[in-house]
Nanobody, 124 residues
Framework: QVPLVESGGELVQAGGSLRLSCAAS????????MGWFRQAPGKERESVAA????????YYTDSVKGRFTISRDNTKNTAYLQMNSLKPEDTAIYYC?????????????????WGQGTQVTVSS
């Protein structure tokens, strides 16, 4: 088990910024790929971003490119999602996930452990 705890979600106006954090409780975090997903009401969970174990490779879904930045600090066992220029369509529950993968993956089934989610609401 690799327990994950997300934080940082809140209500923000369109055009604003938020930084989500995902804290892992195990030192093996550094060996795991990290991903952020989101699920809006009535929609399927979608991949938002992912980052390799050392942080050298990243992935972003097209709708967030240029606005969101994923990063990680392996000394703190924490991953981040910096979200700028937020839009109402970014409103969703955001989840972080991790798994012992050698490469960046963007499919939910490729992740073994999930956090409980944090709500992000963007008002227009």
């Amino acid at each position: 088990q690799v327990p994950l705890v997300e934080s940082g979600g809140e209500l923000v106006q369109a055009g604003g910024s938020l930084r989500l954090s995902c804290a892992a409780s195990q030192r093996t975090f550094q060996f795991y790929v990290m991903g952020w997903f989101r699920q809006a009401p009535g929609k399927e969970r979608e991949s938002v971003a992912a980052i390799s174990r050392r942080g050298t490779t990243t992935y972003y879904t097209d709708s967030v490119k240029g606005r969101f930045t994923i990063s990680r600090d392996n000394t703190k066992n924490t991953a981040y999602l910096q979200m700028n220029s937020l839009k109402p369509e970014d409103t969703a529950i955001y989840y972080c996930a991790t798994g012992p993968r050698a490469t960046v993956v963007a499919v939910a089934s490729d992740y073994d452990y999930w956090g409980q989610g944090t709500q992000v609401t963007v008002s227009s």
